[in-house]
């Protein structure tokens, strides 16, 4: 078991960082947690699932019930064409077997209920602090440096800071980065009065195949007006640069979409017409790292892996991680044994997760008519023999 004594400074205060954090403190550990937003980001994001591995990470934080007061249990998985042609249903896991269910919910109300968790136990996010660059003592220890001038002193340094980590870009700056996947991102929320008797039962999320794109849309959260979350996946040579996304306004934004999906089964064009607002990306992935971290270094959740949302699995993994490191930690001699143990048995699940969610990703890009009825053939014939067994390794998560 490793010192109890021990400090650590967390750089991000997304999904991984609050919930490390939680786990690290009630180990006994002393813990920082520093995020750089300048507050918490409320109403930034669209909605995610915490498949039924990353609930046994909520099951074991203690926040099942607070976390099933905003959010909504997905039972089912339904798969359509773009003119609604039913191509699969199939279980969303099942808490038979994997011992807990999906939750589809907000993005930004997930985290506050992670950030909230963490203020309670008396970790507080220190806001306004972006990781610039380190120091390593030659006594130990690591000096994390912030923008507004700020020293963390701790034993050990956690990079939880996202996609573009700037940890792993200050310790490994010949690293790979995150590649444009070919797809940008598009989302948002509506209240229930849009979406039709036909598709209301809070249970389902509805995923859509088109000759161009994809479409997703289920219920989520617990308010009025968000109350069903959608996305849709539209291919895209080039990504946006920062100046695209920043320039094209709300409608121009919900005219392409409705172009892209014009023609596709009702309710898909009024969830677009009726968003108040619609959130876009590109969408990046990272196949492989060649190192997640150092003897005081460790990168986890996106920082280490970036996977594209096509498995729903970027949050249930920066939880499994947050998990798997404090089970290590426990078990190891040293925290840097913890650290090289977590990249030895971490890595293989989540390269293998990176590399699904990317053939995913490519039954979204352009077909042709024909190519279209080749792919609905194949879904009606693959989803009901195999997409439920491919949740067995998916889902199944039993503590590291
Ligand atoms: C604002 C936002 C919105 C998102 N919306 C969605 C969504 O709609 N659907 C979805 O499936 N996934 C979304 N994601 C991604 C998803 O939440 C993550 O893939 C996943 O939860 C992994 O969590 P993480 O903690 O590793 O990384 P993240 O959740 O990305 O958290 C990283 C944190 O680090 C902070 N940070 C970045 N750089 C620094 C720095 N230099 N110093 C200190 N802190 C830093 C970021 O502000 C962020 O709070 C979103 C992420 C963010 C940050």
Redesign the pocket.
Known sequence: MAGKRESFTI???????PVLALFLKRAGYEVRL????PRP?ED??????IAPNGMKVIRALGLVEELLKIGTPSDEMIFRNHKGRLLGIIPNGSPEKFGEEAIVVS??SF?LLLLNAAKREGIPTEYG????SAEFPLDGGVVSK??DGTLAYSDYLLG????????RNFLFPNFPQPEYTGIVNA?GFVSADVIPAKYARRGPIHFTFGPEGFFGFAACGKTRDTSWMW?SNLPREKEFTREELESMDLEAWRNHLLELHKGWYEPIESIIKASHSI?KGNVHDLRSLPSWGTEKVLL????AH??S?HT?Q??S??LE?AHSLSILLERSNTVSDAFREFERIRRPRVERIIEQSRRNGNHKKKLSPIGCWIRDRILTIVLPKFAVKGQDWLYQYDGV
Do not use: C, N
């Open positions: 750089a991000g205060a997304g999904i991984a960082g520093m995020e750089s937003y980001a930034i994001g669209g909605a995610l699932q993005r930004s985290h602090k972006r990781f610039l912030f923008e939880a800071d996202g996609t573009h980590s700037k940890v989302g996305w959130l986890v959740g996106d920082a970036v996977m949302p729903g970027g949050a993994m920066a991680d």
